[in-house]
């Protein structure tokens, strides 16, 4: 990785002009798969979907493809999907009705919850679970043991309005007393310095090739790196548990649309679809959920004061 973004900025140059590039492509058409245009009802308006790329956004174009075929398939309409460039501007999407679903994690639904009623529909399964955690990540040589040690020193987080990738790790420093809580200076006189890397794999990596000396990000960031790579990383600290990544629909999405959404996406849970599953950000399938489910992130973003 050549560069972070330092405090507010949401990702770096050199990832916005990719992902720009791949936002044309795909609202172009070229990301719906040929041979599932067969049982495709022409006069149906195409179902729209807005994704973040939580790595690298070239390969999660790759990934979706076969899910999106499913999906077609299944719900006999067209899909277009395309990359948003920021957790912020697949909040808008939403809001402007040029998504009608987006993935994302738990702390920017609450903010399209709040602010344009959208809803949750689908939660992630990891490992089993629908649930999972932040850690801070550290170079095994920089002789790092606790939190405590980065007094002084550069961390890197994923996005200002991320879950796992700000607001979960912020809030293991904050519960150490290491740092007052609050968006407006995150480095709070403790960190040297505060970068927002613009996705988990930049973040990861900005650890093990020494730019910055931790990074605070989901758990399953390890998993970006190459086996012999993770040799060199370790962590020191865990977040409270954070619910699973969520599906979500607009508020004013045609009911009957989005039942048949949940239900198609619901069949990819099925043995002989585990490999189509897989490809949508590595999940091992879907279960049903609703905004209650993330009462307890929306109780930490006002904490913080992400919510009023």
């Not at 795909?26 to 719906?32: R, T």
């Not at 790579?229 to 865990?238: C, F, S």
């Not at 999405?253 to 198609?264: G, M, N, Q, T, V």
Request: aromatic share 10%; glycine share 8%; charged share 25%.
């Amino acid at each position: 990785m050549k560069r972070l973004i330092e405090n507010r900025a949401f990702t770096a140059r050199s990832w916005t002009t990719i992902l720009v590039a791949l936002c044309t492509a795909a609202l172009m058409g070229l990301a719906v798969p040929a041979d599932s245009a067969k049982k495709i009802n022409p006069k149906l308006t195409p179902l729209k979907i807005a994704l973040i790329p939580f790595s690298n956004p070239e390969q999660l174009i790759d990934n979706i493809a076969p899910a999106i075929s499913f999906l077609e398939k299944e719900m006999g309409r067209r899909i277009r999907y395309f990359i948003t460039l920021s957790y912020s501007s697949a909040v808008e999407a939403l809001n402007t009705g040029k998504a009608d679903i987006s993935f994302m994690s738990p702390l920017p639904f609450t903010l399209a919850n709040k602010h344009t009623g959208a809803e949750a529909i689908l939660g992630e399964i990891y490992n089993g679970k629908d649930y999972y955690h932040a850690k801070i990540f550290v170079r095994k040589d920089r002789g790092i043991r606790t939190i405590a040690d980065l007094k002084g020193k550069t961390i890197a987080y994923v996005d200002p309005i991320s879950s796992s990738g700000f607001m979960y790790p912020h809030d293991i420093f904050v519960r150490a007393g290491l740092v007052k809580g609050g968006l407006d200076k995150p480095e709070g006189g403790f960190f040297r310095r505060v970068y927002y890397a613009g996705g988990d794999e930049q973040a990861i990596r900005s650890v093990y090739g020494g730019f910055v000396d931790a990074a605070g990000i989901g758990e399953f960031a390890i998993n970006l790196l190459l086996t012999e790579e993770r040799e060199a990383i370790t962590t020191i600290a865990e977040s409270v548990r954070i619910p699973s990544h969520v599906v979500v629909a607009r508020k004013d999405l045609d009911p009957k649309l989005k039942a048949r959404f949940i239900e198609s996406m619901l069949k990819l849970n099925k043995p002989k679809h585990r490999s189509i599953v897989q490809l949508i950000y590595g999940t091992e399938g879907y279960i049903q959920v609703n905004s209650t489910t993330y009462k307890s992130v929306a109780d930490m973003a006002r904490k913080y004061g992400f919510l009023k």
